[in-house]
């Protein structure tokens, strides 16, 4: 996926019409102690159980057969391997002998001037680097030619051929994981009533705003994957009362409960928009998306399964590549632009 991705916006040369590409977080982005996020503390280790490293640099080194521009290291240090226990960024075995252009933290930079002074940094490496900052810039043409022209810039950003693409796109990624011969959903009728819970009409009025500091890391969820009791006996009153439909979010899916047996549908989504979930769920567009892991079934296969290796969850609930579709011969009405 990343070399099609990085050719795209480069071209078939890099120059002032390309978008310069940024690969990260290098080297690995998943095998994270507990499945949580490293850019806070409680996710700062990348753990290899099963001695798997080198399985998770396959895909920067197409990156970098592609032509990547820029590589930048990941925030978690290395558990379990030859390298030592630092920062990817700070890694001496990993970043520092390979290159590194420059270090973040600029609050500290009598720290960088240090490492310059007592030697782990040469100067002739610091020279290396200023050097290639403009070039960048100058292949871009950002410096000799700076002026943009809006009109081009309007018929490229949300140009509305883009815009289906990406729309189609997100129609579909969705992934049909079970079907109780539900979906799709015939049109509703005019004056059908919906039940939004949740949500009320002040919500939009004063909407939620978290403090400046603790609205980053509340974006990435934390913590077990399970649902806990409460949660569970709720899904299953509303499974009960009604036919339901789910749509399960793969940002960072939870493991699946029992209780999903008992809904009508499961649909596994990757941030699309609801727009394209319901074109789906009512026909005006087919799933054709197919799971890209294992989605774990209780906690405790969570908390068994090898961080860095794929493929080793005990009893998934679904499995890798599994994605119903549509019948062949079922009408597809032409969606709507979004």
């Known amino acids: 996926m990343i070399v099609p991705y990085i050719e795209g916006f480069h071209g078939n040369v890099f120059g002032h019409h390309s978008v310069a590409t ?104 610091i020279d290396t680097s200023v050097r290639r900052f403009p070039r960048e810039k100058l292949l871009l043409r950002l410096s000799d030619n700076p002026f943009i022209d809006p009109d081009a810039a309007e018929r490229s950003v949300g140009d509305g051929y883009f815009v289906q693409l990406g729309a189609e796109a997100q129609r579909r990624s969705c992934t049909l994981l079970t079907n109780n011969d539900t979906v799709p959903l015939r049109r509703a009728q005019w004056g059908s009533k919906f039940h939004i819970n949740g949500f009320n009409r002040t919500y939009m009025e004063a909407p939620p705003a978290f403090p400046h500091s603790g609205a980053f890391k509340k974006s990435f969820a934390s913590g077990s994957l399970a649902f806990d009791e409460g949660e569970k006996t709720r899904q299953a009153k509303i499974y009960a009362a009604v036919s339901t439909i789910v749509d399960m979010s793969m940002k960072r899916p939870g493991a699946v409960p029992d209780g999903f047996a008992q809904a009508a549908a499961v649909i596994a989504t990757y941030g699309s928009s609801a727009d394209a979930l319901l074109d789906v769920v009512f026909g005006l567009a087919k799933p054709e998306g197919r799971l890209p892991f294992d989605p774990p079934r209780p906690m405790a296969a969570v908390e068994a399964q090898f961080e860095a290796v794929p493929f080793d969850t005990e009893d998934p609930a679904f499995w890798f590549g599994d994605g119903l579709r549509y019948p062949r011969n079922y009408p597809r009405i032409r969606p709507r632009m979004l």
């Not at 099963?50 to 930048?72: E, Q, V």
């Not at 290395?78 to 226990?85: A, D, F, Q, S």
């Open 22 to 125: 940024v690969t990260k977080h290098f080297p690995c982005g998943g095998p994270v102690g507990n499945g949580e996020d490293s850019h806070s503390s409680y996710g700062k280790t990348a753990t290899y159980p099963g001695n798997n490293f080198c399985h998770h640099l396959a895909p920067f080194k197409s990156a970098i057969a592609a032509g990547a521009r820029i590589m930048i290291p990941y925030y978690s240090r290395p558990i379990g391997t030859k390298y030592e226990e630092v920062g990817f960024g700070f890694n001496k075995g990993i970043i520092l002998n390979a290159g590194v252009d420059q270090f973040d933290g600029e609050h500290v930079a009598e720290m960088l001037v240090d490492l310059v002074w007592n030697s782990p940094v040469s100067e002739e490496h």
